[in-house]
């Protein structure tokens, strides 16, 4: 059984770079057909897909792709997630996910992590 554990800040200042981080257990992030994702959901919206990364390449929502970046290290089987400039429009609870799917088709995620909230605020 494949599991995620994102980590980090529960609260970033506006301007500031927020940093999380997923931990996966019990499979490889090297581990071929399988993206792996960040998603979000602010209070009272809906999932939005912030991009993935497949077999070393990174993949970007257009909404995000200028403030986003997403990196692994695969030898702590890890991927993380940097979001520049943040306001608190990016105030939300912040899931990791794998699946075979690196565009946002959530129904092809077989594993996410609890969620993390974050709130941008200063």
């Known amino acids: 059984q494949v599991q995620l554990q994102e980590s980090g800040p529960g609260l970033v200042k506006p301007s500031q770079t927020l940093s999380l981080t997923c931990t996966v257990s019990g499979g490889s992030i090297t581990t071929s057909y399988y993206a792996w994702s960040w998603i979000r959901q602010p209070p009272g919206k809906g999932l939005e897909w912030m991009g993935a990364i497949y077999s070393g390449t990174t993949y970007y929502s257009p909404s995000l792709k200028s403030r986003t970046s997403i990196s692994r290290d695969t030898s702590k089987n890890q991927f993380s997630l940097q979001l520049s400039s943040v306001t608190p429009e990016d105030t939300a609870e912040y899931y990791c996910?794998?699946?075979?799917?690196?565009?946002?088709?959530?129904?092809?995620?077989?594993?996410w992590g609890q969620g993390t909230q974050v709130t941008v605020s200063s």
């Open positions: 996910a794998t699946g075979r799917d690196y565009s946002g088709t959530y129904s092809k995620y077989n594993y």
